[in-house]
């Protein structure tokens, strides 16, 4: 047993949205930890209210009820150790790949050289050396949601968080940036501590979580947690695998 | 008569860029990951299936990792090579290295780096249009140069400004 601190605690988090008096209930009554050396998975269905968590958690909505905490204080917005990493890239257009990565840092005040070493470092390791000085337009979207991942990846966070990451790209490069992804996972040299990733894909849960959250159809609650322990790298056409995957969807289902 | 001991390596070398100018990398290894994952061959349709992309789509893709050297393809079977189980087992910067090679070889990339090397400066895109278009005609000179930059770039031989339309050579990280 441990007595560590989770780095994040979701508890009894709720969120309703108010209209003409009307109360529309979307989360209800969420709680779990979020634990160093962590790959969560969120599923369910669509409208679950699984990205409005996630904008909670990241401190950009609030729960109406309930708390929750990183490294045992309330979240904020504009936290530099929780990163985020968005299903439409969310890149500027105007500046090079260098530049979006650096945008962060550059925040933060952190002094021009370190800003730059730091974030060719992340492109490198993302497989975009080679790229800096290119556009997102002159990028596949393979490559700009690696951009994404890179311009995450440079603050050092200690919670990833990925909202859908994977589903606006095609299914071969999805499949390749997944495999990639785990490849960094398991770099220790590379943060973060913690991965939350929210995705409507069920495959896509069993193949990269260690643990998945299953959530209802709105408003959106915890049907169960899984603890999935299929051994690494996972074959989606293993039989285990498949029992997976038909879990998880009955329970979401 | 092959000089490769590897039976699996291309029969011909990638003569020009043309297969590759429409896809990119992640397309390509991601094909090699999903053949792989159904046990290292499969018939066209089924990958087809599998990866919910149409032939149409595929096809360029499947067209690409054949040239490249990391899929056979025989009477609508696609096997993954040696070739592919080496870069299955890389990480992203040995990947690169990988396919650093194949792409160093191709006649009309390396045409245009040794262009560069001599020339000693940054070529302008309308000196290396001009010198890809007789071989490859106009309007397809565009694709070429586009696959050149793309390509060149990923395997960090290539640095491209798209401001000043520059291309100049550099050194790879790794």
């Given at each position: 047993m441990t007595d560590v601190r989770p780095i994040l605690e979701v508890r009894h988090a709720s969120r309703s949205y108010f209209e003409n008096g009307k109360e529309f209930r979307v989360l209800e009554d969420i709680s779990f930890d979020v634990r160093e050396r962590d790959f969560i998975c969120v599923v369910g269905p669509s409208g679950c209210g699984k990205s409005t968590l996630l904008r909670e958690i990241v401190g950009l909505d609030r729960p109406t009820s309930g708390e929750i905490l990183f490294e045992g204080r309330p979240v904020r917005a504009e936290n530099p150790r929780i990163s985020m990493v968005f299903q439409s890239f969310a890149l500027f257009?105007?500046?090079?790949?260098?530049?979006?990565?650096?945008l962060g840092l550059e925040a933060h005040k952190v002094p021009e050289e370190e800003r730059r070493s730091k974030a060719k470092n992340y492109i490198d390791a993302v497989g975009l050396a080679g790229f800096e000085n290119a556009y997102p337009r002159e990028l596949s979207g393979g490559m700009k949601q690696r951009v994404g991942i890179a311009r995450a990846l440079v603050m050092d966070p200690v919670l990833l968080c990925m909202d859908e990451p994977f589903s606006a790209l095609d299914a071969l490069t999805a499949q390749n940036l997944r495999d990639e992804i785990l490849q960094l996972w398991t770099n220790p040299e590379i943060p973060p501590s913690a991965v939350l990733m929210v995705t409507h894909s069920i495959d896509e849960a069993v193949y990269l979580a260690d643990r998945i959250i299953a959530m209802s159809p709105r408003p959106g609650r915890i049907v169960k947690i899984e603890v999935v322990d299929l051994p690494r790298p996972r074959n989606r056409k293993e039989p285990?695998?498949?029992?997976?995957?038909?879990?998880?969807?009955s329970l979401i289902v | 008569m092959p000089n490769s001991p590897h039976t699996d390596e291309p029969s011909k070398p990638l003569a020009d860029m043309h297969p590759i100018s429409k896809v990119s990398v992640g397309q390509i290894l991601g094909l090699v990951e999903a053949i792989d994952e159904?046990?290292?061959s499969a018939d066209v349709a089924t990958i087809s299936q599998e990866v919910e992309m149409d032939i149409d789509r595929l096809g360029p893709i499947i067209d690409a990792a054949e040239l490249l050297g990391f899929v056979k393809v025989e009477e609508g079977d696609l096997t993954i090579t040696d070739l592919s189980?080496?870069?299955l087992h890389a990480n992203i910067r040995e990947r690169k290295k990988i396919i650093r090679e194949i792409i160093d070889d191709v006649p009309i990339f390396r045409q245009v780096t040794d262009m560069a090397r001599k020339a000693g400066r940054p070529l302008s895109r309308e000196e290396v249009l001009g010198a890809i278009t007789g071989q490859v005609?106009?309007?397809?000179?565009?694709?070429f140069f586009n696959a050149l930059v793309y390509w060149g770039r990923y395997v960090e031989l290539v640095h491209y400004d798209s401001e000043s339309e520059q291309l100049s050579l550099r050194a790879p990280s790794t």
């Open positions: 257009p105007w500046l090079t790949v260098l530049e979006n990565v650096e285990e695998f498949y029992g997976w995957v038909d879990e998880i969807y | 159904v046990g290292g189980r080496k870069v005609g106009t309007h397809q000179a565009e694709d």
